[in-house]
């Protein structure tokens, strides 16, 4: 697990959520475009502040990766060619709603 804080200056509004963990992960790919995913997390707390609890971040370098190739094959025979998919993988985590101290 991890901690994330989101920032909102102009507010200003700082939420730091902790006890993170990802949830669901999920990427789409296609024969154009940017290969996107998205990341469902869940997390243990929330604490709002006016004033940012994780100090200055550093700037991430962002590196993309192309699509993937990919056929549909039977007893080793094309079939047909992949031009988009959809994958999802779920750790089908539970939430306990519950009242913390």
Partial sequence: ?????????????????????LDQLTWQMQRSGLLTATARLVAQGETVGTTTSAG??????????????????????????VVSAEITYANNLDRIETIRS
């Fill in 1 to 21: 697990s991890m901690s994330i804080e989101t920032g909102m200056p102009e507010v200003p509004r700082y939420a730091m959520y902790s006890g993170c963990v």
């Fill in 56 to 81: 200055t971040p550093a700037a991430l370098e962002l590196k993309r990766f192309g699509h993937f190739n990919g056929a549909i094959t039977r007893n080793g025979s094309a079939l047909g060619n």
